[in-house]
């Protein structure tokens, strides 16, 4: 995953009430800072065209409807119609409607907040296993050397058997059914053959894991230390990402952007937890 730029996302509302609750709530928290995202925009529409138009391309869209049968009917609505066009959709319940006097920017920040480590935390379970396919990889490899020490034996012996026939035509006769059998078996490995060193060639290019130092990555991401190591092996122990192994002080990932995602994600679980915390 390319993390060289923020998260872009976009915030889907009923009217333009909303787009004021909205704003007023996103002054009292810095969603670059906390989450490496960006609100590049909130829609207020209850039309499908004009949503589709002004979301496409965002990586996460959040759905901020009333709690009332009529916000629900209409967030099920956009999510089925922008499934496919965005990265990921989430609803978020604005927490009394549409009485600006009356709605608290906190509530609606912490539901922003909540939303968007929801996304987060589900986007994990689209990472692939990467184990397995090494171990894929690795069969391949194998099933590949032996077709091709079965390809070389198998040309050896068609020439073998070409120069045979040329010794005389009853020779000859006799062979060919043989030589014919043995040419169809080639065609067929040699279909495999292809086949399977397109599948090798593919896996090849897939990446291995990486491995990197936690305290160091977390310093050049995050400009300070991690407070307690073990606090983030908790959160990955609990959670279980595929692809993401952590212990000794170091964290194995796809790519150095798949780690540092991943402790950016590890991060905010622990600022909602911390704040949680206070709030209690």
């Keep these: 995953m390319d993390n060289k730029g923020p998260v872009d996302v976009r915030i889907i509302?009923?009217?333009?009430?909303?787009?004021?609750?909205?704003?007023?709530?996103?002054?009292?928290?810095?969603?670059?800072?906390?989450?490496?995202i960006t609100i590049s925009s909130i829609v207020p529409t209850t039309s499908l065209e004009i949503a589709?138009?002004?979301?496409?391309?965002?990586?996460?869209?959040?759905?901020a409807t009333d709690v009332d049968q009529t916000g629900r009917e209409l967030a099920d609505k956009f999510r089925e119609a922008l499934k496919g066009h965005?990265?990921?959709i989430e609803r978020m319940k604005l927490p009394y409607g549409h009485d600006v006097e009356y709605l608290d920017p906190d509530l609606i920040r912490e539901e922003i907040e909540n939303a968007i480590i929801r996304a987060g935390l589900q986007t994990l379970s689209s990472v692939k296993n990467l184990r397995n396919m090494k171990e894929s990889l690795e069969e391949c490899q194998e099933r590949l050397n032996e077709l091709i020490a079965e390809?070389?034996?198998?040309?050896?012996?068609n020439i073998k058997l070409l120069a045979e026939v040329e010794d005389g035509e009853r020779e000859a006769e006799s062979l060919k059914g043989?030589?014919?059998g043995l040419e169809e078996k080639l065609k067929v490995l040699e279909e495999d053959y292809s086949r399977l060193k397109t599948r090798f060639s593919e896996l090849e290019d897939k990446e291995l894991l990486e491995t990197f130092s936690i305290g160091e990555l977390w310093s050049e991401t995050f400009g300070e230390e991690p407070d307690d190591p073990e606090k983030i092996y908790f959160v990955t122990d609990h959670?279980?990402?595929?692809?993401?192994?952590?212990g000794q002080g170091f964290i194995a990932a796809p790519s150095r952007e798949d780690a540092v995602e991943w402790l950016r994600i590890v991060k905010s679980a622990l600022v909602f937890t911390e704040t949680d915390d206070e709030s209690s």
């Design 86 to 88: 965005v990265g990921h």
């Design 239 to 246: 959670i279980k990402p595929e692809g993401i192994i952590l």
């Design 52 to 63: 589709m138009r002004a979301v496409e391309g965002a990586d996460i869209v959040l759905i």
């Design 178 to 180: 043989e030589i014919r």
């Design 13 to 36: 509302v009923e009217g333009a009430s909303d787009v004021e609750s909205v704003s007023r709530a996103l002054q009292r928290v810095s969603l670059g800072a906390k989450y490496h």
């Design 151 to 157: 390809n070389s034996t198998l040309r050896d012996e």
